[in-house]
């Protein structure tokens, strides 16, 4: 499995920025699409913003237009921007990278939104 690290973490007031990144252990060139999911508490796990091997990306709805996936080859890491945070974006962000060999998590980083 690849190792991925999380930092970035942290408390932000509403309106703020945080930019979350994703360090893989193995080129990442080799990981067919990488994620950033995120676990408030009481609820499942949902997926937030992937960006695949090609470059294309998705977000979920309640994301768009405030949050940005992107990738840097050479340093094997993948970043989440996020602009405008709101309270309801307060969870744990985990990282997931997917091949077709295996499935990979980090540990998660805390991100709470509140004045």
């Known amino acids: 499995q690849v190792q991925l690290v999380e930092s970035g973490g942290g408390l932000v007031q509403p309106g703020g920025s945080l930019r979350l990144s994703c360090a893989a252990s193995t080129s990442i060139r080799s990981i067919t699409v990488m994620g950033w999911y995120r676990q408030a508490p009481g609820k499942q796990r949902e997926l937030v913003a992937r960006i695949f091997n090609g470059g294309s990306t998705t977000y979920a709805d309640s994301v768009k237009g405030r949050f940005t996936i992107s990738r840097d080859n050479a340093k094997n890491t993948v970043f989440l921007q996020m602009n405008s945070l709101k309270p309801e974006d307060t969870a744990v962000y985990f990282c997931?990278?997917?091949?077709?060999?295996?499935?990979?998590w980090g540990q998660g980083t805390q991100v709470t939104v509140s004045s």
């Open positions: 997931n990278g997917r091949r077709l060999s295996d499935d990979s």
